[in-house]
């Protein structure tokens, strides 16, 4: 009997015991080809032998050195690396666990660099439907994802929510999808005028929508009328790349892509690559230095910060990423995967869209293709699809509540980004034959 506490009591998982490449092997022997990287976190696939040597030689010299005491020199080379490489004025790293940390920094960060600059007033977070950021309580809040939020709403922190940039079923008839971006994007400043302008610390979404949509990308000029707004109103712009980021989705950080730069930018998952859990949150000098020239202390703090293991096996990741010079294979692998879906589902009559961009794709799935109809919630299309994929071999993350928090379904491909085309071709014919298990053409 286990006595390990699960995600979900009635479903015990198996063991799993060994992971190569793009694939994991359960204590059965089976194989799985890994086509979401977890929760696209494994973007060098399994036993890559450069990292787990850099995390051995680390174990070597040094496990832990508190940064209430010390910074360490992995934490220093890490910090350094990602800087180089940042969007705008982006300037320092501060160092965490995960992802839902890192936006929890963000929020913390936010409110006392305000106190810091003498406007206090502001203290009021906008963010957008469907959206996720992580699972904390400050996280949980700031993200649009009704269903998650919905047990613990009496716990959280108010926040409010504009729509999301979601042309496949925003975009009007008889609108260019410039004009539908400007749109949703203009939703901003009329949020911010209703709350006060002066109330309003920061807006936070992510480059690409990735769990609670599937990988749903912003129309041409979206972000750059979001990051315009944020400017006149003096709100900081706070990007979540914690899925999205790091190569995933093409460029280094996703936000490049949109040709806007952030004030706050969290990233995670493929920092680490799963060899060790690590996130950091990012953030301008301008942010740094009304810390530094004023109270001189962030009031915030965690025991694992900058951990020297994981801040070496990060580095280590960082830069393969960039050596190994996988950015553009994850640009031409994603274009073949995104074809490759397409022939096949393309025209199928319960696929209503296939998006995404780099290695971070979707499929939304749909009762009726003409009208985009869902299929009803209480058929848990999403939750058949992922047990007959995981049946057949393949992880993927197939989610529910995809249009509202309660209608839609999609399933989110985030594969390693050492995927060949045989692989491609497995993931493409597993994905086919769990779709014809869960919901036959």
Request: aromatic share 8%; net charge negative.
């Amino acid at each position: 009997m286990s006595h390990v506490f699960p995600r979900h009591t009635k479903v015990p998982p198996p063991v799993a015991i060994s992971g190569e490449g793009v694939y994991l092997f359960d204590r059965e022997g089976k194989q799985y080809i890994d086509a979401s990287g977890g929760a696209a976190v494994s973007c060098l696939g399994h036993g890559d032998a450069e990292i787990i040597d850099a995390i051995k030689a680390q174990l070597d010299r040094m496990e832990f050195a508190h940064t209430g005491f010390f910074t360490s020199e992995e934490a220093e080379s890490l910090a350094d690396l990602l800087i180089q490489h940042a969007p705008g004025n982006i300037d320092r790293v501060y160092l965490v666990s995960g992802g839902s940390e890192a936006i929890e920094a963000s929020l913390k960060l936010a409110r006392q660099y305000y106190l810091e600059i003498g406007q206090p007033s502001r203290h009021k977070v906008i963010a957008r439907l469907q959206s996720y950021h992580g699972n904390t309580l400050g996280a949980l809040a700031t993200g649009g994802n009704l269903w998650r939020r919905e047990p613990f709403a009496p716990l959280m922190i108010d926040t409010t929510h504009i729509s999301p940039c979601y042309a496949y079923r925003g975009q009007a008839e008889d609108e260019s999808s410039f004009d539908y971006g400007q749109r949703m994007a203009n939703e901003l400043e009329t949020e911010i005028l209703r709350l006060g302008a002066d109330q309003v610390m920061a807006f936070v979404a992510e480059p690409v929508v990735g769990a609670t949509m599937g990988a749903v990308t912003a129309v041409e000029g979206y972000f750059k009328r979001i990051r315009e707004i944020c400017d006149q109103y003096g709100v900081l712009l706070i990007l979540d790349e914690v899925m999205c980021g790091m190569g995933r989705t093409g460029s280094l950080f996703a936000c490049e892509q949109e040709n806007v730069a952030p004030d706050i930018t969290t990233i995670a998952k493929g920092l680490g690559a799963g060899y060790q859990p690590i996130g950091a949150m990012l953030c301008t000098d301008t942010i740094y230095s009304a810390i530094e020239n004023g109270s001189g202390f962030f009031q915030h703090g965690h025991t694992y910060l900058g951990h020297p293991v994981a801040c070496a096996a990060a580095r280590a990741v960082v830069a393969a990423i960039l050596e190994r010079n996988l950015i553009p294979r994850v640009q031409s692998q994603g274009e073949k995967l995104m074809s490759a879906l397409k022939e096949r589902f393309g025209e199928h009559p319960h696929i209503g869209d296939i998006r995404g961009r780099g290695l971070l794709l979707g499929m939304e799935f749909v009762h009726d293709r003409e009208t985009r109809a869902a299929f009803d919630p209480g058929l848990g299309i999403n939750r058949a699809f992922k047990k007959a994929a995981f049946e057949a071999g393949l992880i993927c993350y197939p989610m529910g509540g995809t249009i509202d928090g309660k209608q839609g379904d999609h399933v989110l491909l985030a594969p390693p980004f050492i995927i060949d085309d045989d692989h491609i071709g497995e993931i493409v014919d597993k994905l086919d034959q769990a779709l014809k298990a869960t919901i036959p053409a």
